[in-house]
């Protein structure tokens, strides 16, 4: 409804908004609803990367992985604001020690440049022409090109290693062991403490086998494993820094 009045020689409009649909609007937030939003914020990073290790089927050290999936089921609303907090100093804790054992995971491949000649699985072995269990990847890629630790361990062996020619191991948490054969140089050794994407040693040819690349293993309490797994889940992520442990 428009209202026209005159006043000291002049027009002002003045509208009168009448019958209009009243629009919701959200409730103003208190500090508590805040404490609680933030805390299953952190609830659900730390459930992706319970998640992890639930798909790779292992068991971290020194976490008990059902104890902290029970965080999803608690009720934080009867909670008083001083145990809010307690929580959620309690969950930083939680997500803290989860990414200090996701460091030690092998997450990346060890090679930045490479294609798979060689799957993990039954083949036909290209030397003997034998079938046999291929227990971890062939990775092809340029001569010489660098090969890196794929997460945070201690070196167990460096040297030469029957078949798999000149070979570095690396001990990593969790009963994880990785394999590098077929080096042309080892840049590490035994007892050597490593981090994720240091260069371990060159692609080569050393030991029985058909042209330059690297054979790679993961292995979990000595079970090989499929090291396209672990890859497949490490692409999932974020970035190796967000994995590292917060530092105050």
């Given at each position: 409804?428009?209202?026209?009045?005159?006043?000291?020689?002049s027009?002002?409009e003045?509208?009168?908004?009448?019958?209009l649909?009243?629009?919701p609007?959200?409730?103003?937030r208190?500090?508590k609803?805040?404490m609680?939003q933030f805390?299953k914020?952190?609830d659900?990073?730390?459930?992706?990367?319970?998640?992890?290790?639930?798909t790779?089927?292992?068991?971290?050290?020194?976490?008990?992985?059902?104890?902290?999936?029970?965080?999803?089921?608690?009720n934080?609303?009867?909670?008083?604001?001083?145990?809010l907090?307690?929580?959620?100093?309690?969950?930083?804790?939680?997500?803290?020690?989860?990414?200090?054992a996701?460091?030690?995971?092998?997450?990346?491949?060890?090679m930045?440049y490479?294609?798979?000649?060689s799957?993990?699985?039954?083949r036909?072995?290209?030397k003997?022409?034998?079938k046999q269990?291929?227990?971890g990847?062939?990775?092809?890629?340029?001569?010489?090109?660098?090969?890196?630790?794929s997460?945070?361990g201690q070196?167990?062996f460096s040297?030469?290693?029957?078949?798999?020619?000149?070979?570095v191991?690396?001990?990593?948490?969790?009963?994880?062991?990785?394999?590098y054969?077929?080096?042309h140089?080892?840049?590490v050794?035994k007892g050597?403490?490593?981090r994720?994407?240091?260069?371990?040693?060159?692609m080569?040819?050393?030991?029985?086998v058909?042209?330059?690349?690297l054979h790679y293993e993961?292995?979990v309490?000595?079970?090989s494993?499929?090291?396209?797994?672990f890859f497949?889940?490490?692409q999932?992520?974020?970035s190796?820094?967000?994995?590292?442990p917060?530092?105050?």
């Amino acid at each position: 409804k428009l209202e026209i009045k005159e006043k000291d020689d002049s027009l002002k409009e003045i509208y009168a908004y009448n019958n209009l649909p009243v629009l919701p609007f959200a409730a103003p937030r208190n500090n508590k609803t805040k404490m609680i939003q933030f805390s299953k914020t952190i609830d659900l990073e730390i459930l992706e990367l319970v998640n992890v290790f639930k798909t790779l089927k292992l068991k971290p050290d020194n976490l008990d992985l059902s104890n902290i999936e029970s965080l999803k089921n608690s009720n934080l609303f009867e909670s008083k604001a001083s145990e809010l907090i307690e929580e959620i100093s309690y969950r930083f804790n939680l997500l803290d020690k989860l990414k200090e054992a996701m460091i030690f995971l092998p997450l990346k491949p060890p090679m930045q440049y490479y294609y798979v000649s060689s799957p993990f699985g039954m083949r036909i072995h290209p030397k003997t022409k034998k079938k046999q269990m291929h227990k971890g990847i062939d990775m092809a890629g340029t001569w010489q090109e660098e090969v890196r630790a794929s997460a945070d361990g201690q070196v167990i062996f460096s040297g030469r290693n029957g078949s798999f020619g000149k070979t570095v191991k690396i001990k990593h948490r969790h009963g994880i062991e990785t394999l590098y054969g077929h080096l042309h140089k080892n840049l590490v050794k035994k007892g050597e403490i490593v981090r994720e994407g240091q260069i371990i040693g060159k692609m080569g040819s050393t030991g029985r086998v058909v042209g330059a690349h690297l054979h790679y293993e993961i292995r979990v309490n000595d079970k090989s494993k499929n090291p396209k797994q672990f890859f497949d889940v490490g692409q999932s992520l974020l970035s190796p820094s967000s994995l590292r442990p917060s530092t105050f």
